[in-house]
């Protein structure tokens, strides 16, 4: 035994004249070179005094890297991602790797389900027309049927943004779109009923689609780092855009053809169908994903913020949230705040805007859903602009705080400087025009306040989307119901949005002095 072990180190010693073996490596890429290991380190120990049998030691290493490196990326869907080997920084995929990844399927899931929450949701501002006019409803009591909807959203986000926290977004998403699907398909049977049955239909739509939001936020948080989030947030709320166009447009099509209900049956199905999909090819987060290539996940894992990856999985130990510290920082108070005027401007502009056409520029019904449609669509694509622009902005250097008020200032001034020109256009395309400019503008704040959720709390960004979702809520229901009332006194929609216009700027100033885009320790005790 010992003859053969001395025959065996004898046959590596550097004096024996034996000839050295050779390894050709390929010239690998920068971006495929695996770190160091310590492969060598080990014999380096063992014989400390022999640098010529470290030398080549380290050659053998560094050919058997080289194999090992060749033989991990065999698969030719791993090849659009880079490893990312201990120390080196991730480089940012193309636009091409980005837009054929795992989380960009995740996230057009969500924004076709958020097209199918909103479409669901402006059904009835098509709808209330036909249906003020065959049961005789005035404008106060038509609002208070739109805003039907709002007393059950008023209701769920808090709780479903709990729900999402701690079981995560894709089981609580399948849930909400299928009850919301049900409500919107049980509508026309609800209408034909009783006026209390459809008013409760209306409520549980809100119910169910007051988890919508909250689940995006959470998805968005587990699948995307934090420089590629606000494209994300755009992509998914491009959904929720283009859902109000899709209903209004559409719906006029489908009541010609299929009576004033045809469109709740066509949407109500469509979300069943979803669920399906849903279900069957999208995981919660990504290292349950068996569809993602290693090297995504690497990339995803790599970028993102060491403090959130024990969040991925599902909470267990704490039932209750920390209301009271979530509620005591400033940070909060600016999304809250930025939230409710958020939804008071989109609400008027999506519950009122068929009716401001129809009666103050006096088109027919499908030209008024035209009119209010467009301006949505703008504001999909405005919303990914957004997006992109703040990215950008944070790859270049610029603060994430300054990010977020940047964005958030153009959200709301913009449509506030609109609003007054809407209040002096003398025809529908220019009134058109100018809501146009203010809803696409408008779309800056998805960049702004929503962005910022997942950013100052990311373990509690569900509870505090519904917290700040249903302050908004309140403020949705005050413009909704109030837009009506303001306008049978006054007789007039112009003062109302000039007043609207004046709440964009004060939000915005609001904003700008007490958001923060860094996180906020909402653990530590508050002080009594």
């Excluded at 990312?84 to 837009?99: K, L, N, T, V, Y």
């Excluded at 398909?185 to 049955?197: D, G, R």
């Amino acid at each position: 035994m010992n003859t053969t072990i001395r025959a065996s180190y004898l046959s590596l010693s550097p004096r024996r004249n034996i000839p050295q073996p050779e390894f050709h490596l390929p010239q690998l890429p920068p971006r495929y070179v695996d770190s160091p290991n310590c492969f060598f380190n080990g014999f380096r120990n063992i014989w400390p005094a022999d640098s010529a049998l470290r030398a080549r030691l380290r050659h053998v290493s560094a050919g058997l890297r080289g194999v090992q490196s060749r033989r991990v990326r065999a698969s030719s869907k791993d090849a659009q991602f880079g490893s990312f080997s201990d120390g080196r920084e991730a480089q940012a995929p193309s636009f091409g790797e980005f837009i054929t990844s795992e989380r960009v399927k995740v996230v057009a899931m969500l924004a076709l389900a958020l097209a199918l929450c909103n479409a669901d949701r402006v059904v009835m501002s098509v709808a209330i027309v036909p249906l003020s006019l065959s049961n005789g409803w005035s404008r106060s009591f038509a609002g208070i049927v739109q805003s039907s909807f709002l007393w059950g959203y008023l209701v769920s986000p808090i709780a479903g943004g709990t729900l999402v926290d701690y079981y995560g977004g894709k089981v609580v998403m399948a849930w909400g779109v299928a009850l919301w699907s049900m409500a919107t398909f049980l509508t026309p049977w609800a209408a034909e009923t009783s006026l209390w049955l459809l008013l409760a239909m209306r409520a549980l739509l809100g119910i169910a689609e007051g988890v919508a939001l909250p689940c995006m936020n959470n998805m968005v948080a587990r699948w995307f780092p934090k420089t590629e989030r606000s494209r994300a947030v755009g992509i998914a709320m491009a959904g929720f855009q283009l859902g109000s166009s899709v209903g209004l447009m559409l719906s006029p099509i489908l009541m010609s053809q299929g009576g004033v209900f045809g469109p709740f049956v066509i949407f109500g199905l469509s979300g069943f169908l979803w669920v399906l999909v849903w279900l069957s090819a999208t995981s919660s987060t990504p290292d349950r994903s068996p569809q993602i290539s290693k090297y995504e996940l690497d990339y995803i894992q790599s970028e993102k913020q060491k403090s959130f990856l024990g969040e991925n999985k599902p909470k267990t130990t704490r039932v209750i949230p920390p209301f009271r510290r979530l509620l005591s920082k400033p940070p909060t108070w600016a999304i809250v705040v930025a939230n409710a005027m958020h939804s008071w401007g989109f609400f008027v502009f999506l519950s009122w805007m068929p009716i401001y056409f129809n009666s103050v520029y006096h088109v027919d019904l499908r030209q008024a859903a035209w009119f209010s449609a467009v301006p949505w669509t703008v504001m999909a694509v405005m919303g990914y602009i957004g997006g992109l622009w703040s990215d950008i902005l944070i790859r270049n250097g610029t603060t994430v705080t300054m990010t977020r008020k940047i964005m958030q200032s153009i959200g709301f001034i913009g449509p506030g400087i609109a609003l007054v020109g809407l209040t002096t256009a003398k025809g529908p395309s220019v009134a058109s025009a100018w809501l146009t400019l203010a809803v696409g503008l408008k779309s800056f704040s998805h960049s702004g306040f929503l962005v910022n959720l997942q950013e100052i709390a990311p373990q509690y960004s569900g509870v505090l989307h519904g917290i700040s979702n249903t302050a908004g809520t309140f403020a949705a229901i005050v413009g909704t119901v109030g837009a009506g009332f303001f306008v049978e006194l006054v007789g007039s929609f112009q003062g109302f949005l000039l007043f609207t216009s004046l709440l964009y700027v004060l939000a915005a100033l609001f904003y700008i002095v007490y958001s923060t885009g860094e996180r906020v320790n909402f653990d530590e005790p508050t002080p009594i």
